[in-house]
């Protein structure tokens, strides 16, 4: 079993940047993928970007692609999310995922019902 916290959330106003932490305990944190999820109210949860458990392989959406940079340190169990030039639409509650596998499946939409370990998630607001 593994039990995620997020941190890092907050207010920021359009350009900002955030950095996102997921610290990991309870298992193994080198044998899960990880990854990050967000959910707009009134809107389903998307894929943000997830990263294997080796950090070889980083998967992103293409609505963050080239702003998000995903990574994980597993000697602290704690995966990150880097987030620069923030825009309003990137506006929701992030939420930490971990499982076992690659992360090259998790960008499938609703793919996330299928992830077993869930953080409880960090608001992020960016003002414009």
């Known amino acids: 079993q593994v039990q995620l916290v997020e941190s890092g959330g907050g207010l920021v106003q359009a350009g900002d940047s955030l950095r996102l932490s997921c610290a990991a305990s309870g298992s193994t944190f080198s044998n899960y993928a990880m990854g990050w999820f967000r959910q707009a109210p009134g809107k389903e949860r998307e894929f943000v970007a997830a990263i294997s458990w080796s950090a070889m392989s980083t998967y992103y959406a293409d609505s963050v692609k080239g702003r998000f940079t995903i990574s994980r340190d597993n000697a602290m169990n704690t995966a990150y999310l880097q987030m620069n030039s923030l825009k309003p639409e990137d506006t929701a509650v992030y939420y930490c995922?971990?499982?076992?596998?690659?992360?090259?499946?998790?960008?499938?939409?609703?793919?996330?019902?299928?992830?077993?370990?869930w953080g409880q998630g960090t608001l992020v607001t960016v003002s414009s």
């Open positions: 995922a971990a499982d076992r596998g690659t992360g090259n499946s998790w960008s499938t939409p609703g793919f996330y019902r299928y992830l077993e370990h």
